[in-house]
């Protein structure tokens, strides 16, 4: 076809969804997702969940990592403060320029920064380079042997304060065991398992983790 999965999706969305409607953006990727090809949002329920913390917690400033096609950005975002922003990371060059369409196309340009990069090199740059001084959410959700490096990272760089959640995606599929030992292990995060489907798949079954850093910074 010529295509990848990523661009015929962002084609429906261009032709399905309202320009500059969040939530017509998510409608619309989920139904592309379930009528026409799968692809790796977090999706309804887990969706649901962080739409749950990003009210509760009302955080200024967020930071993902897997950035993908935009769809959590997105669904971060529409539900950010005027002030707040989100930092997401992708450092798969054809999914950034796909995510920073999307992320037009919401009408979310002005809250939401894509950045092509790796994403330890970032996280040692976000006070320097990126004016942060310390990260409210942080959505994990990239290569998932990775989230432990970036995990310890972000902790070296004091990007954490008390009441900071980090939110983990795919912790039973793929999988992220390590960190799981790691963050479960921690005395310094308060950690949460929530049992829920696999993004378009009613009957698998993955997880996400909610930790609460408790820590002393
Ligand atoms: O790793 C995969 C994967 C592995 C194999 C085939 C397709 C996807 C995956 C699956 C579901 C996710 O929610 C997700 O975030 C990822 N990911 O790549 O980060
Ligand atoms: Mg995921």
């Known amino acids: 076809k010529g295509t990848t999965r990523e661009q015929r999706a962002l084609k429906y969305l261009k032709e399905h969804a309202r320009q500059g409607d969040p939530d017509s953006v998510l409608e619309t990727f989920d139904e592309f997702c379930r009528t026409q090809e799968w692809a790796m949002n977090a999706a309804e329920e887990k969706g649901d969940i962080l739409d749950e913390i990003v009210r509760e917690l009302q955080p200024t400033t967020c930071l993902e990592l897997g950035t993908y096609c935009g769809y959590s950005a997105v669904r971060i975002a529409r539900n950010l403060s005027p002030s707040a922003r989100l930092i997401t990371i992708e450092v798969n060059p054809d999914y950034a320029a796909v995510a920073r369409e ?11 920064e894509v950045i092509n990069l790796d994403s330890a090199d970032v996280i040692r740059e976000l006070k320097n380079t990126y004016d942060v001084t310390k990260l409210d959410l942080v959505f994990l959700d990239h290569w998932k042997y990775l ?3 970036d ?6 760089e004091k990007l954490l304060k008390k009441g900071s959640v980090v939110f983990a995606d795919n912790v039973i599929i793929p999988g992220a065991p390590g960190y799981l030992e790691y963050i479960r292990g921690s005395k310094n995060y308060k950690s949460t398992f929530y049992s829920v489907h696999f993004e378009y798949m009613d009957d698998m079954k993955d997880g996400v983790e909610k930790s609460v850093y408790i820590g002393d910074e």
């Open 102 to 112: 999307v992320v037009k196309l919401a009408g979310l340009q002005d809250k939401i």
């Open 147 to 149: 989230y432990i490096r």
């Open 151 to 156: 995990i310890k990272l972000i902790e070296e």
